[in-house]
C-alpha cells in the first residue's frame, strides 16, 4: 500500500505539468499574430504585421515573406519561392506558447517576444 501511494505522489507533478494545446481557428490564428513578434525556442525571431508582412530573423539573417489565413491555419510564403506553406496553429493554455504543426509532423514553438 506505501509503494501504491508513493508511486501516486510522485506521478502527481508529471500530470499537473502537461501541456495541453488548444487549436485556433482562423479568426484566432489572426489575433494571435497580427502585430505581433515571437521568439523561438532555437532563438529566432519573427514579426507578423497586420497588412501580411512578417519578418524573420536568425543570426546576422534577415528573411522578408509573406502571411495570411487559410482556413484555420497560418501560411507563409518566402521569396524567391511562389508557394505558401500552411501550418496548424496551437496555443499552450497554461504559458501561452504558440505551437506551428507543419507537414509531416514537424513542430515549432514560439513565445511571444514581449511577455
Known amino acids: 500500500m506505501r509503494r501504491l501511494i508513493l508511486c501516486a505522489m510522485l ?5 499537473a505539468a502537461a501541456e495541453v494545446w488548444q487549436t485556433l481557428t482562423g479568426a484566432e490564428v489572426g489575433a494571435a499574430l497580427a502585430d505581433r513578434e ?13 497588412g ?8 546576422a539573417g534577415v528573411s522578408e ?5 487559410g482556413g ?14 500552411c501550418y496548424a ?9 504558440l505551437r506551428f504543426a507543419g507537414a509531416g ?7 511571444y517576444s514581449d511577455e
Not at 11 to 15: G, Q
Not at 52 to 59: D, E, I, L, R
Not at 89 to 97: S, Y
Open 11 to 15: 506521478a502527481l507533478p508529471a500530470a
Open 38 to 50: 515571437l521568439t523561438y525556442e532555437d532563438g529566432a525571431r519573427q514579426i507578423f504585421r497586420a
Open 52 to 59: 501580411g508582412a512578417t519578418t524573420y530573423f536568425v543570426g
Open 65 to 69: 515573406g509573406r502571411w495570411r489565413i
Open 72 to 85: 484555420d491555419e497560418y501560411c507563409s510564403n518566402w521569396p524567391p519561392s511562389a508557394g505558401w506553406s
Open 89 to 97: 496553429l496551437a496555443r499552450d493554455t497554461e504559458t501561452g506558447r
Open 105 to 111: 509532423g514537424k513542430l515549432t514553438i514560439g513565445s
